[in-house]
């Protein structure tokens, strides 16, 4: 498996290293009291310090999100559509033009394959504080049989945590019991 440590578990704003701690993304969502905010992700190449603007998602609270990615531009309604009575599953057509299923699950976010296997191929690890067991840093565990579809996983991967960790929230401030 392909490790990716998150500097933050606040995914719009964090930096993604790889095993030999190079920085290969960095997302920036600058804030802004009103109106649209916007997060661009970056990916930096190692060992040659080139940053290029991999996409950005423009968040919307009442319409439908947007991916900008690739010269294009595509409402995420389209693009990562819900799935499921309670919208926890996002699905997709992965570049391999294979179908793809991220499950919003309570605490984390799982991306497997959308067919009959139903593989595992990427699911985000939570900090933990090392109270009980060891500390650790928020992790992406990718396999690497999607490696060559590694951006696209994480532009996703941001849009589905952030979607989880405001349902994570909106549940916690209702007093709501998370199952």
């Not at 905010?37 to 319409?63: C, M, S, Y």
């Not at 067919?115 to 504080?129: I, K, N, P, Q, Y």
């Not at 992406?140 to 960790?165: C, G, N, Q, W």
């Amino acid at each position: 498996m392909i490790l990716l440590t998150l500097s933050t578990e606040h995914v719009r704003n964090t930096v993604i290293t790889n095993e030999q701690g190079q920085i290969i993304y960095k997302t920036e969502t600058p804030f802004k009291l009103f109106g649209v905010r916007t997060t661009t992700i970056q990916k930096i190449k190692p060992n040659d310090d080139q940053v290029d603007v991999l996409g950005e998602i423009e968040w919307h609270i009442f319409a439908s999100s947007k991916f900008r990615y690739d010269g294009t531009e595509v409402e995420t309604k389209v693009f990562i559509p819900k799935r499921g009575i309670l919208g926890r599953k996002r699905v997709c057509i992965g570049p391999d033009s294979r179908p793809y299923r991220w499950d919003l699950k309570c605490k984390v976010v799982v991306l497997s394959r959308d067919d009959a296997s139903r593989t595992e191929v990427a699911r985000f690890h939570r900090a933990t504080l090392g109270i009980i067991g060891r500390k650790r840093k928020a992790m992406l565990e990718v396999s690497p049989e999607v490696a060559h579809m590694m951006d696209t996983v994480i532009m996703t991967f941001i849009y589905v945590e952030k979607l989880r960790k405001d349902k994570e929230n909106a549940s916690r401030s209702s007093g709501a019991v998370l199952y």
